[in-house]
């Protein structure tokens, strides 16, 4: 996710926007710029790196312009570079835009300018939009702006400004947030409210569609059907921190409510109705080489690691490839077993794990591909392995991993319906009908995390615990462990992950009256298996938290408590399941006073061995 700003009235527009994009750098930070009308020019500067960088540039230079647009971005095409910066101008640079957002059309629409004419200087989606107002400029920066947004697909949250019309700033909103914020003969634009919060309390928040034209005596709405509209003004009374988490007490639980966005993100524009196959040319791992590899090696640590566990199940199910996953910090110690005909993958949110770079790099010797899956562009691993494939999260701000899991799960969903496609091991209807189940997950998960309140109720009842079992099976196997290594890193509570199957070989002796078992029991192909092993819990008195497919009764008698999930695909519930898991961990942390976003002993990127 970037960050926007705009601004327009009788302050000094680069002193609001820098003030408001350094306020938005939770939203990211590999790059900024800032663009102001200035008596007969446009002035623009722009900085890779965090916002201090743009500050300096700009202090050396003389801004009085009242009017503008900022930008802070986390890149999600082109890499962190100045001329990938936001804002973009037109080819006469006298029209700026700064974006949120991702272009699924961006490709078609570029062929399309440059054979018009329009000369590009960035790798950007965003850039196309800038140039696609040019082509329809004709003096008028408001209808030229709603001519344009009519031919883009995706989420746009756009700022901009014209010097052919100094007076005017247009915000538009589509599927990224964008609010504008109401002064005294000044107005400012912001993808969140912190931005401006200092300057004013009174908000409107556009709906989908929605272009506003800003001017110093007063602004308009139109809405998607180009009718002029009212929106409700309100009133927030967050102090600036408060803000920043959108009004939620820790950035861990905004990040864990981020979710159905971030998982939509990182499958928008990769994913047709029919297929996915259009959606890799971004992935410059040509089919030839998928066709060549004979199996996947995964190397991953902690949550990141039990992504690839759930990997492992889907590469092998889907796209017949034999695969392995190991724990970074044990693979580079292994002698290794790899050629090239292995395909290396790398799993990591920060891209700066040092227990999963340096394996990455021991695999390239042995001539392996290496393919990353990653969340902050430009970063080690990125610039390091072959090929990558971002999951588009924003900023993970809580140590604890949560929406950059979901990320990786989507990407590894993608990853495997494209070699299970490019192996010929999976049929049309199966692609389909998976593809119908994965755009589903997003509203599944906003059903699970309206049971917020039930799960905050069974949290209240173990927070006092000091020990936890979960149990799972199969591609659920890898849940329990990621939930119990939630609840550890944030609660301190001692929490095992533990293959249901196991537990007659030892963990059975733990169980008794005090010891909460969760037992993830989903439907699928060894559901009969965990009932048996909920029952071996209840015959020894345990107690039995279980995460179930809405409709199940039978779970539900054999259970101390349920937690109930919308029903998909026998492979999706792995991204489903996890979501209650994260909020129980999450409440039993903050019922025992712990610091959930900055947990006792933990980093958030751990870059040494
Ligand atoms: C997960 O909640 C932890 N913060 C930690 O296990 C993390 O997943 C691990 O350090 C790997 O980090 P990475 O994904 O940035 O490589």
Not at 27 to 33: A, H, I, L, N, P
Not at 231 to 237: A, F, Y
Not at 439 to 467: M, W
Request: charged letters at 25%.
């Amino acid at each position: 996710m970037c960050g926007i700003v705009g601004y327009i009235g009788n302050k000094i527009a680069s002193e609001v926007i820098l003030d408001g994009l350094k306020r938005l750098e939770y939203r990211g930070y590999d790059s900024s710029g800032i663009a102001t009308i200035e008596e007969k020019n446009l002035k623009i500067s722009r900085a890779v790196g965090k916002i201090k960088n743009l500050e300096t540039v700009i202090k050396n230079e003389e801004y009085s312009g009242t009017a503008g647009v900022g930008h802070i971005r986390w890149a999600t095409h082109g890499k962190p570079s100045e001329e990938n910066a936001h804002p973009h101008t037109d080819c006469n640079k006298k029209i700026v835009v700064v974006h949120n957002g991702i272009i699924e059309n961006y490709r078609q629409l570029k062929h399309e300018l440059i054979s018009e004419g329009h000369k590009f200087l960035s790798e950007t989606d965003t850039e196309i939009i800038v140039h696609l107002i040019e082509k329809h400029f004709s003096g008028d920066i408001l209808s030229a702006v709603k001519s344009a947004v009519k031919q883009l697909k995706g989420a746009y949250a756009l700022g901009v400004i014209s010097l052919d019309n100094p007076d005017v700033l247009i915000g538009v909103r589509y599927d990224a947030p964008l609010v504008v914020g109401i002064g005294d003969n000044e107005y400012f634009i912001a993808s969140d409210i912190p931005a401006v919060l200092s300057y004013t309390k009174r908000f409107i928040f556009l709906e989908d569609g929605d272009i506003v034209e800003l001017k110093r005596d007063g602004y308009k709405i139109f809405d998607s059907k180009d009718n002029i509209c009212q929106r409700k003004v309100n009133t927030i009374e967050w102090d600036s921190l408060m803000a920043e988490k959108a009004g939620y007490k820790h950035f861990m639980l905004k990040e864990i409510f981020e979710q159905p966005q971030t998982i939509e993100d990182t499958f928008r524009g990769r994913i047709g109705v029919e297929d996915i196959s259009d959606f890799f040319d971004e992935l410059n791992i040509n089919t030839e080489i998928i066709k060549n590899i004979n199996r996947i090696s995964i190397v991953a640590c902690g949550t990141s690691y039990h992504a690839g566990l759930i990997g492992r199940f889907l590469f092998e199910s889907i796209s017949g490839l034999p695969t392995e996953t190991d724990i970074g910090s044990e693979f580079r110690y292994r002698d290794l077993i790899i050629d090239n005909k292995t395909l290396l993958i790398a799993i990591s949110q920060s891209g700066e794990t040092a227990d999963t770079i340096a394996p990455m790099r021991e695999a390239k010797k042995y001539g392996a591909k290496t393919l990353s899956i990653c969340n902050v562009m430009g970063s080690t691993i990125t610039r390091e392995s072959d090929a990558t494939l971002y999951t588009r999260c924003g900023p993970e701000i809580g140590v604890a991993s949560t929406k950059a899991f979901t990320g990786q799960l989507t990407a590894i969903y993608l990853l495997a319906l494209y070699f299970g496609i490019v192996k010929g091991k999976i049929s049309k209807e199966f692609s389909v009908k998976f593809i119908d189940s994965l755009i589903k997950i997003p509203r599944d998960i906003v059903n699970i995390l309206n049971k917020e309140q039930e799960i905050k109720t069974i949290a209240k009842k173990f927070f006092k615990k000091s020990d936890f079992l979960y149990l799972g099976r199969g591609l659920n196997y890898p849940i329990a462990l990621e939930g119990a290594l939630k609840l550890k890193e944030i609660s301190y509570i001692h929490a095992e992950g533990y293959p249901a199957g196991e537990m007659k070989h030892g963990p059975i002796a733990l169980i008794d009256e005090n010891l909460p078992v969760v037992c993830i029991a989903t439907e699928g192909k060894v559901y009969e298996k965990i009932l048996s092993n909920i029952e071996e819990v209840k015959a020894r008195e345990g107690i039995v938290i279980s995460i179930a497919v809405e409709g199940d009764e039978l779970i539900k008698a054999k259970s101390d408590h349920v937690i109930y999930i919308p029903k998909t695909e026998e492979f999706l519930y792995p991204i489903l399941n996890i979501i209650p898991l994260q909020l129980l961990a999450y409440h039993i942390g903050v019922l025992r006073g712990c610091d959930v976003d900055q947990p006792r002993n933990l980093a958030k990127s751990v870059t040494v061995e």
